[in-house]
């Protein structure tokens, strides 16, 4: 159905509640096929104005019918309804251009198609539902081929994070729930990070992952084995696997880290030693600026004393010596 021209009054701006009506009713067939796992589709298309009239009037109710929808058990069919009903055109105009991106010519997977898969595969949690939704709208303006034909995206994840900040400003959809929203911004912003591990990390530069994801590391780690969608079995096998790695080197780890101390015991004393300070409030000061350098990634934890003490001898200004 095609949109009605601009200088046409929408029905339902002109007080019209049947639009209305179908607009929602389109939304409640969305959240009943993702939830029931059975396509139940319009007749035909709505207008795009009324789409957004609706959103306006109604914002809590589409809201909650949209939740539904990426919360459902197959919210592939959901979000395939409002695709047809132009809701996802209406309201999600970042979502809906990734539709029909890719295959063919342009040699990587359907942006769309991997993007309603890792919706379905992420855990039922809303903002991991939500961040799977939003993860890659970035792409669709950072593609780029290299001379040999290689299909990159970079810094699609920072694009599409400012895209989502813009799509947020003018739809206000999750500002009742600041901390959804931010979670979901970050999983954007962070979401190729637990797919960069590698076994040859260090275990400083574990722990630093780990302390810079902070609360939303378990929704990352979720995100990041939902965005595994190759149809390759070892290809999948191999992705799993690193994650899984670092999600139990992340939690050995912190059980370490809830035992011993960032610093070896005597590390007080050797620097005392070495410079000759007296027992005293210096002492502490000094052994609180080693531990901020080992949480920062300068140095490894639990070494000899004596890399303590080269440590501050190397930059003596920083310990007040």
Known sequence: MPEMPSNVPSPLASGDTRSLDRVMDALELAAVSSEKGHLVRMAEA????????????HPVDVRSKLDRVVMGEDPELGLDVLLDARVLEAVFPEVHAMVGFGDGEWR?????????????????RLEVRWASLFHDIGKVKTRSIDPNGKVHFLGHAEVGTRMFDKLERRLGMFSPEPALRDT??????????????EPSWTDSAVRRFARELGAHLDDLLCLARADITTKRPEKKRRGLNQIEELAGRISTLAAEDAKLPPLPSGVGDAVMKAFGIPPSRKIGEIKKLLEDAIAKGEIEERLPNEAYVDFVANDKARFGL
């Open 184 to 197: 979901v911004r970050f999983l954007v912003l962070h979401h190729l990070r637990a797919n960069q591990y």
């Open 46 to 57: 709505l207008s795009v104005d009324d789409v957004r009239a609706a959103l306006k009037a």
């Open 108 to 124: 990587h997977k359907d942006v769309w198609k991997h993007t309603k898969q890792v919706v379905r595969q992420a855990v039922p």
